[in-house]
Structure formats: structure tokens, C-alpha cells
Nanobody
Framework: QLQLVESGGGLAHPGGSLRLSCAAT????????IGWFRQAPGKEREGVSCISRSGGTTNYANSVKGRFTISRDNAKNTVYLQMNSLKPEDTAVYYC????????????????????WGQGTQVTVSS
């Protein structure tokens, strides 16, 4: 059964850290680029970061660049999003998604249709 399951969300103080995990089952994980997206109440979904099939290429939204780090462990079929220096504006439901990608790149730009999505995990940054 094909599945993406996010975990690691919760409550953090401004300036704090959280690490999200995205565990995949049911498909050939290393054939897929993985993206993280987020959606805050009343706002459109935003692409946060992505990582290529091999992990050699990563991309970040300007809003998280320098604070978030994406990584993957293909042996464990898992992608991680380390979030440091969290801000209240990072509050959102975070989703991971997978897209079949034959090349060595990745993108979370609008118009890239991701094939599979997780159910999301809530991240709240508040004092």
C-alpha cells in the first residue's frame, strides 16, 4: 500500500527547532524526488523545500533558506526536514509529497504535479 506518513510536528517556541520526518512505503522511493509543503489557515499552499532522488540537489523557499535543512535516507525510505530558528510565521500544516523524477533535480514550483501526498503534521510556533 502506497503511503507517505509525516511525523515530528508539534509546538515550538520562537527560535526553537523541530525535525519532521516523512516515511514512505509501497513505491520505489529512490525513483522519486520529495517535497515539503505547508499551508497556514487562510493561505495558499506553499512549497518549502525539495530533495532530488539521490539527495544531491536541494532547493528551499526564500522564507526558510538558511533555517531549514532537508535530507533523505534512501535505505530507510525517509526524508527529514530540520527546522531551526523557527518563527511564528512558520506555523502551518506541513505535508510531504513524492513526484516521479527521472533527473537529478527537484522543484516545488507551482505547476509541478506531485503524485503522492501525506496527511500532514501540524507545526505551531508560539511563545
Amino acid at each position: 500500500q502506497l503511503q507517505l506518513v509525516e511525523s515530528g510536528g508539534g509546538l515550538a517556541h520562537p527560535g526553537g527547532s523541530l525535525r519532521l520526518s516523512c516515511a514512505a512505503t509501497g513505491f520505489t522511493f529512490d525513483h522519486y524526488a520529495i517535497g515539503w509543503f505547508r499551508q497556514a489557515p487562510g493561505k495558499e499552499r506553499e512549497g518549502v523545500s525539495c530533495i532530488s532522488r539521490s539527495g544531491g540537489t536541494t532547493n528551499y523557499a526564500n522564507s526558510v533558506k538558511g533555517r531549514f535543512t532537508i535530507s533523505r535516507d534512501n535505505a530507510k525510505n525517509t526524508v527529514y526536514l530540520q527546522m531551526n530558528s523557527l518563527k511564528p510565521e512558520d506555523t502551518a500544516v506541513y505535508y510531504c509529497a513524492a513526484v516521479l523524477w527521472g533527473g537529478l533535480a527537484c522543484s516545488v514550483a507551482a505547476g509541478i504535479e506531485y503524485d503522492y501526498w501525506g496527511q500532514g503534521t501540524q507545526v505551531t510556533v508560539s511563545s
